[in-house]
């Protein structure tokens, strides 16, 4: 993402969040909902005494970004959403618990292979593309990982995004 930033830097104030139990913050205890870490944004927000910001999100981030607009939408002047639903059927929401289960039961070690297939391409991992992104995983908090899957495996914001009022991209 530091290339999208800094693309993005040249026109706009640029803030990448480490969601807890991402990145360097700290881990999560005990686990949050979606709208646990909107609110964390959201204090972030405050914190910086930014007025009205654009909020762009991936994946997990989109779900976040989705929760945010619904939620606290008086911080925001716009969201951009990708790569995520906005729904989940009974099924999908009990394989994404199990995601974070198995890595909280057996270790970290035992998602990598799975997670990184899930989300490269064969020639992205051949060329060693997602070596990174491997050891970061080896690097997360189990309990931060599941906490994170089990947030997602309680998304349900598409009854109630009819509600957002402001500028969104999906």
Known sequence: WRDVASRLAADHKVISVDLRGHGSSPPVSPAMSLRDYAADVAELIGQLKLDRVAVVGLSFGGMIAQTLAIEFPELLRGVVIAGCPCYLNDAQRDALR?????????????????????????????????KAVEWRLL?????????????IGDLRTGPRLGEVAIPALC
């Open 98 to 130: 199990k995601r974070g289960t198995k890595a909280l039961q057996e270790g970290m070690e035992t998602i990598v292979e799975e997670t990184i297939s899930r989300w490269f391409t064969p020639a992205f991992i051949a060329d060693g593309g997602a």
């Open 139 to 151: 690097a997360d908090d189990p309990a931060s990982w599941a906490s994170a899957w089990a947030a």
